[in-house]
């Protein structure tokens, strides 16, 4: 089992990753196709919410992702300032447009059950609103690595916009207690067990898995393009200097 | 259709949503990976990475 120091280096990243995308691209799509199988044909409507329960099973992953993505990104942060990690900034570059996109599917799902069962796509609660606050640190740090050119200083200004952004992450998650919302309370991760009944539990917790295998997949493959990204800079400069220096010297590149 | 009962639109919204969001976010990883791994090959194929002869 390598370690965090072992990947370190990105040209075992690299070789480690290309043997382990095939796999987890592949264990996704199989829990994904069983786990929408088990939503749409055996979970039953739900006896308040009728069949708009089927938008639960892609909105709560796609909350919990845009969650354990960001969290992801506040730990990849510390690696970035406190241990120097060389694929810290990496795995965090790769992490915000996934957790960005989830974000957005889980604010835009959320709209499309809150009409039908609540009358308004939109209001401003605190559950809502805390997690289009997250959408928008995302596209924050997503702008902030597009602003600057050296990836160092762009690291260390993003690690530091993440991990002051982090406080948002439990007042994402306990918002429903704090303050009254709409929104209801957890169902699944409570001190006294789920309350969905297993018939509709299962296929969420199996889509689950499912989406947080591709959206692990997605962010290894998104590693992958960063480091080739930043090696081809590298060569690029490296290639004009020599094309300098031999055209200085008189003799062909 | 009729299956879904009389939320039916939303519901489905809620999928192709998804499943636009996700289906954008999975073409441009990996149109974005194939790109960069073919600029590096051609940097590599012509050597760019290897000290001159000049020794300089």
Known sequence: ?253 | MSGLGPHAAFILASYGAAALVLGSLIVAILRDHRAQARALAALEQRGAGRRDRSGA
């Open chain 1, 1 to 253: 089992m390598p370690s965090l120091t072992d990947l370190a280096n990105p040209t075992r990243f690299m070789r480690l990753s290309a043997a382990l995308l095939p796999w987890m691209a592949g264990a996704a799509t199989i829990l994904l196709a069983i786990g929408f199988y088990l939503a749409w044909f055996v979970a039953p409507a739900d006896y308040q919410q009728g069949e708009t329960i089927r938008i639960m099973f892609v909105h709560v992953p796609a909350a919990w992702l845009a969650l354990m993505l960001y969290t992801m990104m506040a730990v990849s942060a510390l690696g970035t300032l406190v241990w120097r990690h060389p694929l810290a900034d990496v795995a965090q570059k790769a992490a915000a447009p996934i957790g960005a996109a989830f974000s957005l599917i889980c604010l835009l799902t959320g709209a499309f059950w809150g009409k039908p069962m609540w009358g308004t796509y939109w209001v401003w609660d605190a559950r809502l609103t805390s997690v289009l606050v997250l959408l928008l640190i995302y596209l924050g740090i997503i702008a902030l690595w597009r602003a600057l050119d050296d990836s160092g200083r762009a690291g260390r200004a993003v690690a530091i916009l993440t991990l002051v952004g982090f406080v948002n992450v439990p007042i994402i998650k306990f918002s429903v207690d704090w303050w009254n919302t709409l929104h209801q309370p957890a169902s699944v991760f409570r001190a006294d067990g789920p309350t969905i009944h297993p018939a509709m539990l299962w296929p969420l917790l199996i889509l689950a898995l499912g989406f947080t295998l591709l959206a692990l997949a997605l962010h290894l493959a998104a590693m992958r393009a960063e480091i080739m990204r930043r090696r081809v800079r590298t060569l690029t400069i490296l290639e004009a200097e020599r094309h300098d220096r031999l055209a200085m010297q008189g003799l062909p590149a």
